[in-house]
Every structure is written in C-alpha cells, then in structure tokens.
C-alpha cells in the first residue's frame, strides 16, 4: 500500500463521523461481553443525533470507538476523511485533539483553572490559539461573559456544563460527542444546554452526537439512532418527545435479537 492510503475518502466520507461493522468485544472466556454486534452508521455533517437505549445497550461504547477513545475490535470508522483503524496511539491523540470535541455528563474541568483557563486548555494543548471573533461568540452563546474568571467549585452544574460546552466548541471540531450531558443538571439548566446545542448546530452548522436517556433531550436533535444489546434497531428523524416514547415503548415490548413479526 502507498502513503496515500490515509487520504484516501472511504465510502461515505462526507459523514462527519461513520462506522461499518463495527464490532466491540470487551474481556474473554466467560467474562467475555460483547458490546456492540455490526453496527453501521453514518452521522452527517451539520446535524444533530441522538442515541438512545437501554442501560448496558452500548451507546457509550459506540461513542467512545467513533471519537477514538476506544478501539474497533472489528469493523471500520471514520471521523471526517480520517480512517481511525490503523491509527497508531499518537494518531489517535492528534485525531481527539483536532477534530474531536467532548462533553461528558461530569463535565470533567480542571478544579484549579479558572473557566477560561478550561475552555482554553485544549487549544493551548494543541499549541493553537482561538479564533478571537470565534470565542466571542461561544462566550457570549454559553452566557459566560462575567464568569471567565471563575474556577468550576464557584461555578453551578449548569454553569459548569455551559464551560464544558463552551470548551469542546471554541475549536471548531469536526464533531462533539456529548455523553448524557444534562444528566446532571436540573430540567431548567438541561434545556439551556441543549438550546445552546442546538443553536450551535443550526446557527453555526456544529455536527453534533448525544447519548441520552430522555426523550425530552432527545427531541432536541434532527435524528435518533435507537440501540439495544449492541445493535442499532431504530431510528427516527425530526422526532417529537411523543414520538420518541412512543418508539421505546413499542421497542421495550419487542424481542431484540432474531425478531421476526
Ligand atoms: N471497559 C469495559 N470492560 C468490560 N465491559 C465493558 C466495558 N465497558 C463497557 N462494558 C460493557 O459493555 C456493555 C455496553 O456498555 P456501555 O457503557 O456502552 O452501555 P450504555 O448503553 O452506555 O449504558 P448506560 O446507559 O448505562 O450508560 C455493557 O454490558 C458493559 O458492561
Ligand atoms: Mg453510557
């Protein structure tokens, strides 16, 4: 094969983020889980997804393979033009640092920095500086004007998600993946967040994946991919909060694997 390969477009490639046969196998013998089982899913460019599912169905697991925190144990992903499997770790890291953007439901800041030293860091990781007009913007988007200078334990949950957000944005990254992030925040603070989500997609065309568990969060995106026992089994595009429980009901009453009507 010639160096060329890694820039070669795989099928698919204008997905900001897609999986072909994507198997995960964890552990070995009796202690052996098999976490996801062939999924195939492409995430478009400028959208926002859900995904949702059963406790243990393996929607952290997809995240995790798709942003690179985890390896396919069989299949193929890609984010952007970038195909992950061959990566090596250092390609891995630069691939999380430049394209990657992460919100996670403990949000996960620096106690000793303050909330712009936080929403700085991974750029400053990078060795890149923000894009002035750019950080503006999410700042103000986010409402954390007066308080850049604050470190997270002076901040509330929801303020502290804002500079989660805000810091997987300020770098314009190919895709975030946001695992339950209101899962921690009260219904008021939750639904600022995922406006600002929203608005980040459609205002600013961000791509954007979230696991949640609540059809009310869920309504926020233009797509919900539904997975159980590692497979993805349904999915809905502009859902409606009714819609959205109405799918996990019927979902919830049908067999999973080898179900036939
Ligand atoms: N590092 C690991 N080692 C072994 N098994 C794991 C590991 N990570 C996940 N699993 C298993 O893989 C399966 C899928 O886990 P995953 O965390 O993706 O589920 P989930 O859908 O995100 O669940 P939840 O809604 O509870 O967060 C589970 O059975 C889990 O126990
Ligand atoms: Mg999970």
Redesign the pocket.
């Known amino acids: 094969m010639t160096s060329q390969v890694s820039d070669a477009p795989a099928a698919g490639a204008g997905a900001a983020a897609r999986a072909a046969d994507l198997w995960k196998v964890?552990?070995s013998g009796e202690a052996q889980?098999i976490?996801l089982r062939g999924v195939n899913v492409e995430l478009e460019r400028g959208r926002f997804t859900a995904i949702m599912?059963?406790?243990?169905?393996?929607?952290?697991?997809?995240m995790h393979c798709l942003a690179g925190l985890d390896t396919a144990t069989r299949g193929q992903i890609s984010v952007g033009d970038t195909a992950l499997t061959g990566l090596d770790d250092g390609g891995l890291t630069r691939l999380r640092r430049e394209k990657v953007g992460f919100i996670f439901q403990q949000f996960n800041l620096l106690p000793t920095l303050t909330a712009e030293e936080n929403i700085l860091l991974p750029l400053a990781i990078a060795g890149r500086k923000p894009d002035p007009e750019w950080y503006r913007t999410v700042i103000t988007t986010v409402g954390l004007a007066d308080r850049l200078t604050h470190r997270p334990s002076q901040l509330s949950g929801g303020q502290q998600q804002r500079v989660a957000c805000a810091r997987a944005l300020v770098s314009r990254p190919e895709v975030i993946f946001a695992d339950e992030p209101t899962g921690n925040l009260d219904s008021r603070s939750g639904a600022e967040i995922l406006n600002f989500l929203r608005r980040s997609v459609t205002e600013h065309g961000q791509t954007i994946v979230m696991?949640t568990?609540d059809a009310n969060a869920a309504s926020h995106a233009d797509r919900v991919i539904f997975?159980a026992d590692g497979q993805i089994v349904d999915e809905l595009t502009a859902p409606t909060a009714d819609a959205v429980l109405d799918r996990i009901k019927r979902l919830d009453a049908a067999p999973v694997a080898g179900a036939a009507e």
């Open positions: 964890y552990g889980v976490a599912g059963p406790s243990g169905s393996g929607k952290s697991t997809l696991v568990h997975l």
